[in-house]
């Protein structure tokens, strides 16, 4: 009976939300950089970053997640086989960890880039012309403004990031998928196997806008909403 799997598949939350959480961390200090690089004025840095965020965002997000788990991983080994060390294996949940944010980083990338862009320069140019530090205008200044702005495409890419999360149980992770396939083949029941984990991801992206929309109501507090 699929009843007694339920509490299986539902553990694997645990995983899935690991995942979810350590990519968002990943992705947010790769888009914050990203951004920094593409608004910096160098040429080298702006290239470097566009040929990241262009790169990335132009391949499926599971063509990356086998490229460098298993191709890395090969890399890896045939390396340390010439330099005459031991074979490396690495950690799937490490593995989906810095996959999946290197991918969303690029998406960060160009989120935070239009609402930096989004915040007026002439408040930025007052903090510096006060003798601030240019990390320090970014902290006190640009970062609380550029919240308002960022937060619809952030919230966004969490939604999708979340999803992606389900392509980890492609490298072995125990993750609601993974619980799901072996319920599935206890049970022969893959309609309700699969029910399962689509209630679960519901339930997270329905929280998940909630907190968003609160979000959004306070930085947006002193704010005229647009009329259409």
């Known amino acids: ?73 090969i890399l890896i080994n045939q390396t340390s086989a010439t330099m005459g060390w031991q074979a490396v294996e690495i950690d799937p949940m490490l593995a989906g960890i810095t996959t999946i944010g290197f991918i969303f980083g690029a998406y960060m990338t160009e989120t935070f ?43 966004n890419n969490w939604m999708v990031l979340i999803k992606s999360t389900a392509l980890v149980s492609v490298i072995g992770l125990n993750d609601l998928m993974h619980r799901a396939a072996m319920a599935k083949s206890a049970t022969r029941d893959s309609f309700g196997a699969y029910l399962v984990v689509c209630v679960v991801y519901l339930a997270i992206t329905g929280v998940s806008i909630g907190v968003f929309r609160l979000l959004e109501l306070r930085f947006s507090r002193g704010v005229r909403g647009a009329d259409l």
């Open 113 to 155: 880039r239009a609402a930096i862009m989004a915040v007026p320069s002439g408040q930025a140019e007052a903090g510096l012309s006060f003798g601030m530090s240019p990390l320090r205008v970014f902290w006190r200044i640009t970062l609380p403004q550029m919240v308002r702005f960022a937060l619809p495409s952030f919230s």
């Open 1 to 73: 009976m699929l009843i007694e799997h339920v509490p299986h598949i539902a553990a694997g939350v645990t995983v899935t939300m690991t995942v979810a959480l350590g990519s968002l961390a990943v992705a947010v200090a790769l888009g914050l950089v990203g951004a920094a690089c593409k608004l910096s004025g160098s040429r080298l840095l702006t290239l470097l970053a566009a040929t990241y965020s262009t790169l990335v965002r132009g391949v499926p997000e599971l063509v990356w997640l086998l490229f460098l788990f298993y191709g890395a991983q």
